[in-house]
């Protein structure tokens, strides 16, 4: 190649370089831009309380892994017999949720690996209005007392009163669950629900064991004369978000369960009881509920009551061979009969501190049945608390006092630790 040969072959290359670098600077960029904007649609992130949250397509996608865990103390004493101290995880939940904006469609699966059967909820629901929730599958009923609508993360105290263990276990149920939310100065919230009557994991845990009676219907009604509280100041009773005026919400629910064969209608096969045929026969089970939250500027006040009846046990016989008939004050040692009310108040400091008491009371419906499986008796309870992080982060401790009309009496002490992830 000659000097001038190799003169031109470098100009030319430069030329070639000054024409080309641009278009891949600007081939560069555009693929920034595209990457960026690619990012901006899909976005993953973690907060405490909040989980681990995927989202894809500008938010028409959106995923969420979280859970939490409760380890726990608690002391306790009867009279006459020795302490008993116990350390465990009261609670280890894990959950997978999702919603898909466009379809209207979300769901939620959650496990608790502190029980036997970890199974509490699955459910997909439809949203075909942004005020009205249509949801089927297994899930936390609204058919129970108030206390008894919140997850096991968001307690006032370090467990539940009496009253939501007496007349519930853990609230879930299969069925279907129409929710809805109407309102804005005077806010109204009518529910209704159509289930399996025999609470969660309804169809037990073979093909052999399976569900016994009828449905469970019933409904609830919630009314807010001063508007609805804050966002995320309704999952609990305790006024963490600081409501600056007096708001309040109003409770009405009822449920029939047609043929009960569980102490509270959250399960099934627990007893059998015939007709004069020695055929299968179950009594209905009726629960009634009033209950009332108000909240203030760190101050909340739960008041609940709860009524449990029969029906259905006329000519009802507890042996196949019809010979020994059901006497009328005798079903009351199959299921919870009789009524409940549950009073608590609290505040909450600017600094996170909580200073909570709850009072509570529980009457048999037949005094002369000594088998009843609901006892007279009142409680009382004190409770102390640190939130870090609202609900997420926090510390709880209490100071329960039981005393049944008959039988000891007895104390408990308890400390949780709780984090949300």
Not at 67 to 86: A, C, T, V, W
Not at 277 to 298: C, F, M, S, V, W
Request: hydrophobic share 35%; aromatic share 14%; net charge negative.
């Amino acid at each position: 190649m000659t000097r001038f040969q190799n003169f031109n072959y470098k100009i030319t290359l430069c030329t070639f370089l000054c024409i080309c670098i641009p278009f891949f600077a600007m081939a560069q960029d555009d693929d920034d831009q595209e990457q960026e904007q690619e990012n901006e649609r899909n976005k993953v992130s973690f907060n405490v309380g909040g989980g681990l949250n995927f989202s894809f397509n500008d938010h028409q996608y959106q995923f969420n892994l979280g859970g939490f865990i409760q380890p726990s103390f608690m002391s306790s004493k009867i009279d006459g017999l020795k302490r008993e101290n116990e350390f465990n995880s009261r609670r280890s939940y894990l959950q997978f949720s999702g919603n898909a904006v466009k379809e209207k469609v979300s769901f939620l699966f959650q496990l608790d690996y502190s029980l036997q059967e970890p199974l509490l909820d699955a459910w997909i629901a439809y949203h075909p209005h942004k005020s009205t929730i249509i949801t089927i599958g297994q899930k936390q009923t609204f058919l129970n007392n108030r206390e008894m609508m919140y997850r096991e993360d968001r307690l006032q105290f370090t467990n539940r009163s009496f009253l939501s263990t007496n007349f519930s276990e853990t609230g879930r149920e299969f069925g279907v669950f129409v929710s809805s939310k109407f309102g804005d100065k005077f806010g109204i919230a009518p529910m209704l629900a159509v289930t399996s009557g025999d609470g969660r994991n309804s169809f037990g845990a073979n093909t052999r064991d399976t569900d016994i009676g009828g449905i469970k219907y019933g409904g609830r009604l919630d009314l807010y004369p001063l508007g609805f509280f804050k966002p995320e100041n309704d999952l609990t009773s305790t006024d963490l978000e600081r409501e600056e005026k007096l708001k309040f919400v109003l409770g009405f629910a009822g449920s029939q369960n047609i043929g009960a064969s569980n102490a509270v209608g959250e399960g099934h096969g627990n007893y059998i009881l015939y007709d004069v045929n020695g055929q299968n026969e179950y009594p209905n089970y009726t629960q009634i509920y009033a209950d009332i939250l108000l909240k203030y500027q760190g101050f909340s006040l739960l008041a609940e009551y709860v009524n449990a009846s029969a029906s259905n046990i006329n000519e009802t016989y507890t042996d196949a061979n019809a010979t020994q008939i059901l006497a009328p004050t005798q079903i009351s040692s199959f299921l919870t009969l009789g009524d409940s009310f549950n009073i608590q108040a609290g505040y909450v400091t600017m600094s996170g501190f909580s200073f909570d008491a709850r009072f509570e009371n529980g009457t048999q419906e037949f005094v002369a049945n000594a088998d009843s499986v609901l006892q007279t008796a009142n409680a009382t309870t004190f409770g102390l608390s640190k939130y870090f992080v609202g609900n997420s982060l926090k510390v709880q401790s209490s100071y329960r006092s039981f005393n049944p009309t008959t039988g000891s009496n007895m104390c408990q002490i308890d400390l949780l630790f709780q984090i949300t992830f």
